[in-house]
């Protein structure tokens, strides 16, 4: 026997042995084949999982793309409405405040040093030859630069309510205009020409000056809309022309001082420079207001803005189609809020209605028996909040309509009927239009002295304020020497002693006020009087 295999003779394998390998490496041979098999069973089962267990997908290279997801979008209204929206571009005429420089100092002597000085170097409206910084040296090209007009260019938006070239847009776009240019949604320029204006509640009515008669419009809406509603502002903001913003009404009877019949829709959708007069929609595509002012500290947008409710505006735009001018009823009466003071010394339960300071003689109210002293609380029925709301309510009904007054004068409602006259330009409709606890003024018999109204030349009646105490309630309430208490608590006074019994009986009734009836140089009007406990 060989121990040593690298030295030992090569050994010849039985036949046996030999079928015995053959038989092993056919077994790796098929085990190698089965389990290659298998995968290719295991990769193509998860691929068909993969393609959504379809043997189509599977066999398909194309890829599979998911269904798009509905999203809520203003897209849809802004397309149909947004043709009808309108850039107007006005040019006119502005006088320059540059007046005389001189004019500020009427009394100085002609011809003097300081005289010559101030022409000299003096202020706008002076230069020298060539204009200002022109050349030539000071002396006899000297001259006088007269104020002209200067050439002023407003840019606004607006809207199309008729097919043949109808536009709305504010009062304060169109102010003045010498020449007007409508921009519509597809570049087009037209001409127009301004039909008439309101300046009272910012409203004007211009027409493009074309034969068209198929100009994209919109509407107004039908219903009025709540605080919280969805509204789209379109307009011409800085001058970008047809932008769109969105937001929710605020609120609804805001009153921004804007003129005597304020009652705008708050919105904080985004307006700015240049939106004025452009339309505000509701969802449906309807017009719910117009367009008008923003509250900012910095001239843009802060997310607070106004806008005239749209009944408004068809009121006016009517009126305005129909003559030029808008025409109003007048009733012919002065008024002031009520406070809680105020409404005590009435004998009201609530702050309520509009206060008669004075009804004008021979208005339809003086007509009628309304008197100083009554508090005006329904129109028609309809119950009448302040006297902001009675001066909108008046103004919103024709001459010559009769309407039914409600008015509470000593602690009992009563009701006339009433025949609207027309206001004039110059009538005002409230006497005071302020806060009923701030501006109207009151009285207190400790806080100033008074004297019988004929002592200091005063006619007709009354007692006179001659003397005011700056830390008292008087003065605190706005009353001013040379004021004159006509009446306390409706009985008329002539003696500072009727006065102080006036605030006597009010305080034994357990009044916590007593009302005067006060002339001023801002005319008739009622004061609350605190009652301090005796």
């Known amino acids: 026997m060989c121990e040593r295999t690298d030295g030992c003779p090569e050994m010849t394998k039985s036949p046996l042995a030999t079928r015995v390998g053959r038989t092993d490496r056919t077994l790796r041979r098929k085990t190698l084949l089965a389990g290659a098999a298998s995968l290719v069973v295991v990769g193509c089962l998860f691929g068909a999982q993969i393609l959504g ?9 194309a890829p599979v793309v998911a269904p798009t997801p509905q999203t ?23 006088q320059t405040p540059r007046e005389s420089f001189m004019e500020s100092f009427p009394d100085l002597p002609e011809g003097g040093p300081v005289e010559r000085f101030l022409r000299e170097w003096g202020g706008p409206g ?15 090209g000297w001259r006088h630069r007269a104020p002209r007009p200067e050439v002023v260019t407003a840019q606004g938006s607006g809207f199309i309510v008729a097919p043949d070239g109808k536009v709305v847009t504010n009062y304060h776009v169109v102010r003045d205009a010498k020449e007007v240019v409508i921009v519509t949604d597809d570049g087009a320029e037209w001409k127009g020409r301004v039909v008439g204006s309101d300046e009272k509640t910012d409203v004007a009515l211009v027409r493009i000056t074309s034969d068209r008669k198929d100009f994209p419009t919109v509407a107004f809406a039908a219903t009025e809309v709540r605080p919280g509603d969805w509204v789209l502002a379109v307009g011409n903001p800085f001058g970008l022309g047809g932008s769109v913003t969105a937001g929710i009404v605020s609120a609804r009877g805001r009153e921004i001082g804007a003129g005597p019949y304020d009652d705008f829709l708050q919105i904080d959708a985004p307006i700015n420079r240049g939106n004025s007069g452009g339309p505000t929609f509701d969802l449906a595509g309807n017009v719910v207001g117009m367009n008008t002012a923003i509250y900012s500290p910095n001239g843009g947008s802060i997310g607070i803005g106004f806008a005239i409710p749209a009944t408004t505006v068809q009121r006016v735009i009517a009126q305005l189609e129909k003559g030029g001018e808008v025409v109003r009823g007048w009733l012919g009466v002065q008024v002031q809020p009520i406070g809680r003071d105020m409404a005590d010394g009435l004998g009201l339960t609530e702050a309520r209605g509009a206060l008669v300071a004075e009804a004008q003689a021979g208005s339809p109210a003086d007509k009628a028996g309304l008197k100083a002293g009554d508090v005006i609380v329904a129109i028609d029925g309809r119950a009448v909040r302040n006297s902001r709301d009675l001066a909108r309510t008046i103004a919103s009904l024709d001459p010559g309509t009769r309407v039914k007054v409600t008015y509470a004068r000593g602690g009992r409602d009563a009701t006339v009927e009433v025949e609207l006259g027309r206001l004039s330009g110059e009538a005002t409709p409230a006497a005071n239009a302020g806060d009923g606890r701030t501006a109207v003024a009151a009285l207190d018999d400790l806080g100033m002295r008074l004297v019988p109204a004929s002592e200091v030349g005063e006619r007709g009646g009354g007692v006179a304020v001659v003397e005011v105490d700056p830390t008292g309630l008087a003065a605190a309430r706005g009353i001013r020497s040379g004021d004159v208490v006509l009446e306390i608590q409706g009985r008329a006074v002539s003696t500072p002693a009727e006065v102080a019994d006036g605030v006597r009986a009010a305080r034994a009734e357990g009044r916590k006020a007593v009302l005067l009836r006060v002339r001023s140089t801002q005319g008739m009007r009622y004061v609350p009087l605190p009652i301090v406990p005796g």
């Open 126 to 140: 002076w230069g020298w030859r060539g204009g200002p910084g022109g050349p030539g040296p000071r002396g006899p």
């Open 72 to 94: 809520f979008s203003f897209a849809p209204v802004v397309d149909r409405v947004r043709p009808a929206v309108v850039s107007i571009r006005v040019k006119g005429e502005a």
């Open 53 to 61: 267990r379809s043997p189509a997908l599977a066999q398909s290279p």
